[in-house]
């Protein structure tokens, strides 16, 4: 339920933000999203105003006009805030951030993926890595990368509900099932 309010959202502020002539791009937008998603999980203070009911909304809209100024929040954007905090949705926010940027991704012709190796990759096969994926989905693919020495060799690929895992642990706990099915 509550992912899928922040789908809607999201949606919202990307009409807003795709019409042609906006004064704010979607880059823009998400950028501001993700500055003050940054500042609202590093200050529970902050995080607690929002989120209290025994705040006044006139109180959460001069704390948030206050935060936006320090970080240079564009006012569509301080409004869009405006309207999460009026609704109780302030507890939604990081879900309507990631909403926003997959969104965003998708009209880009974009895919992420989170990239687990068993070393540290350079930037040669980073990039040969990024061509491969590219190849596959058809898609540019942003790559996160992170290191896991379980995986013994090699390398796991997420791409949003698809897997391909090229690791030596992969493998062996195919082995190992396959074994398991012809005993």
């Given at each position: 339920?509550s992912?899928?309010?922040a789908?809607?959202?999201a949606k919202?502020?990307?009409?807003v933000?795709?019409?042609?002539?906006a004064?704010?791009?979607?880059e823009?937008?998400?950028?501001?999203?993700?500055?003050f998603?940054?500042v609202?999980?590093?200050a529970?203070?902050l995080?607690?105003?929002?989120?209290?009911?025994?705040?006044?909304?006139?109180?959460?809209?001069?704390?948030?006009?206050?935060?936006g100024?320090?970080?240079g929040l564009?006012?569509?954007?301080?409004?869009?805030?405006?309207?999460?905090?009026?609704?109780?949705?302030v507890s939604?926010?990081?879900?309507i951030?990631?909403?926003?940027?997959?969104?965003?991704?998708?009209?880009?012709?974009?895919?992420?993926?989170?990239?687990?190796?068993?070393?540290?990759?350079?930037?040669?096969?980073?990039t040969?890595?990024?061509?491969?994926?590219?190849?596959?989905t058809g898609?540019?693919?942003?790559c996160d990368?992170?290191?896991?020495?379980?995986?013994?060799g090699?390398l796991?690929?997420?791409?949003?509900?698809?897997?391909?895992?090229?690791?030596v642990?992969?493998?062996?706990?195919?082995?190992?099932r396959?074994?398991?099915g012809?005993?």
């Amino acid at each position: 339920m509550s992912l899928a309010v922040a789908n809607q959202y999201a949606k919202a502020l990307m009409e807003v933000v795709a019409r042609p002539g906006a004064l704010l791009a979607p880059e823009a937008a998400l950028g501001q999203l993700e500055s003050f998603s940054e500042v609202l999980a590093g200050a529970p203070e902050l995080k607690s105003v929002m989120l209290s009911p025994a705040v006044s909304r006139d109180d959460k809209r001069r704390a948030l006009r206050r935060v936006g100024g320090l970080l240079g929040l564009d006012n569509l954007i301080l409004n869009f805030l405006d309207v999460i905090a009026t609704r109780r949705r302030v507890s939604l926010f990081a879900l309507i951030t990631a909403a926003f940027r997959a969104q965003l991704d998708e009209r880009n012709g974009v895919v992420r993926a989170q990239v687990a190796a068993a070393r540290g990759l350079d930037e040669a096969q980073k990039t040969e890595l990024a061509t491969a994926l590219a190849r596959v989905t058809g898609k540019q693919v942003l790559c996160d990368y992170t290191v896991d020495p379980s995986l013994v060799g090699g390398l796991s690929v997420k791409i949003g509900s698809t897997v391909y895992d090229g690791s030596v642990q992969g493998q062996l706990d195919g082995l190992r099932r396959r074994l398991a099915g012809t005993v």
